[in-house]
C-alpha cells in the first residue's frame, strides 16, 4: 500500500484510480490507513464476496491472496501482480503509464 501511495502522483497523471480492497472492516481498513499515511480509498470486502468473485480467497487462510489489478474501464482485467510480484507496483504503474501515452 505504501509503494503505491508513494507512486499515486504517477497514476493519477496517468489518469488511472486507485483503490485498495481487503476483507477487513471499513473501521479497520480507515485505522490501517491512517496509520500508514495512504490517501486512497480502501474498500473492504467485508464477507469476501469480491474476494471469491476474483478467484484469490485462500480457504487454508482464509483470507485473500495479495494481488494488484488493473483493471481498464470496460471492467476486464488488463494487468496483474500476484503474491510477491504485488509488493512492488512499479510494473503497474509502467503499464498505466504506456496506456496514458498511447491515448
Not at 473501521?27 to 476474483?54: C, M, R
Request: hydrophobic share 40%; charged share 30%.
Amino acid at each position: 500500500m505504501k509503494a503505491f501511495q508513494q507512486s499515486l502522483k504517477k497514476l493519477e497523471a496517468a489518469d488511472t484510480q486507485v483503490l485498495g480492497v481487503s476483507m477487513d472492516s471499513p473501521f479497520a481498513n480507515k485505522a490501517f490507513a491512517d496509520q500508514i499515511g495512504v490517501t486512497f480509498p480502501l474498500l473492504s470486502d467485508w464477507g469476501g464476496e469480491v474476494t471469491h468473485q476474483y478467484g484469490v480467497y485462500v480457504d487454508k487462510y482464509k483470507a485473500a491472496r495479495r494481488i494488484n489489478l488493473l483493471i481498464g474501464k470496460d471492467g476486464k482485467i488488463i494487468e496483474e501482480q500476484v503474491d510477491k510480484e504485488a509488493i512492488d507496483p512499479s510494473k503497474l504503474v509502467a503499464a498505466c503509464e504506456r496506456r496514458k501515452l498511447k491515448e
